[in-house]
């Protein structure tokens, strides 16, 4: 244990080190510059998704460093949108350039949901399956450190709209990995269908729909340009939605989602 509490303090002081290292070659920028990405040779990238320990590994470093008073420190001084850039710049960091995989571990360690449950009609919750192999007080801990205020309209509060960074990651993910956002948005549809139709307290929420497509958008920039960061799918509004009580049904207000294609 004392061993990995060294190894996280010595990686936070590089990544910190770089971080400064951003800030002064910055200069007049508003927001402090981003640590340069490594120059990683090819083969070392792409053998990275064959060594699973080390991929699952970084997905708990990751979530160690998203805990970690300096990225709250991001938060609270340069905003949530910035801390959420610079979590993305660290899981590419760990793992060495690869893009669909820091797209991954950074899904991963955004998950706000402990467990999931599944129920069938008439029959009630029948099956609960574990989303995190972390200790409750470690789980309650991180979902609190998470961004929660990620759009301009995004909810007042400490909840705000954290819960839309797993949607944005997670398509951004697929969308990397199918080469397009079509196949992505059939997943991520089905996965709200799903949600609203079996999952324990689930409901279909076109906010998490957009969420989904501002990750494809960000996919598709991130295939053309490895600086790209999920801010700049951020500066704009996510959209309204809310339940309407009619006729005995839940409706949500209607919202078109945005194209993932679209730059």
Known sequence: MKCTRV????????????TMHGQEACG???LPCLPALEDIHPLQ????????????NNVQQLKLLM?????????????????????????????WNNRAIALFITFAATIDHRNVGFRIPLLGPVLWLPLTGEFPDEFVERV??????????????ETGDRDKLQHFFGS???????GGSEPA???????EWGEDAFV???????????????????????RDDREALPSADMNAPLGRSASVEQSGANELETMEPTRGDDP
Do not use: K, M, T
């Not at 951004?172 to 199918?178: G, N, R």
């Not at 948005?185 to 996965?191: C, D, K, L, N, T």
């Open 67 to 95: 805990r970690d008073e300096e990225f709250q420190g991001i938060r609270r001084r340069w905003g949530d949108r910035h801390a959420v850039d610079v979590a993305f710049r660290w899981a590419e960091q760990l793992c």
């Open 185 to 191: 948005e059939r997943v991520g549809e089905f996965v």
């Open 7 to 18: 190894w996280i303090a010595a990686l936070l002081a590089v990544l910190g080190a770089a």
């Open 45 to 56: 990238e792409a053998v990275l998704p064959l060594l699973l320990p080390l991929v699952f």
């Open 200 to 222: 324990v307290d689930g409901v279909y929420d076109l906010r998490d729909q957009e969420a989904n497509a501002r990750g494809r958008r960000f996919a598709a920039r991130l």
């Open 144 to 157: 609190r450190a998470l961004p929660s205020d990620l759009f301009p309209d995004s909810p007042p509060g």
């Open 172 to 178: 951004a993910f697929l969308a990397y990995v199918f």
């Open 28 to 30: 007049d920028s508003v």
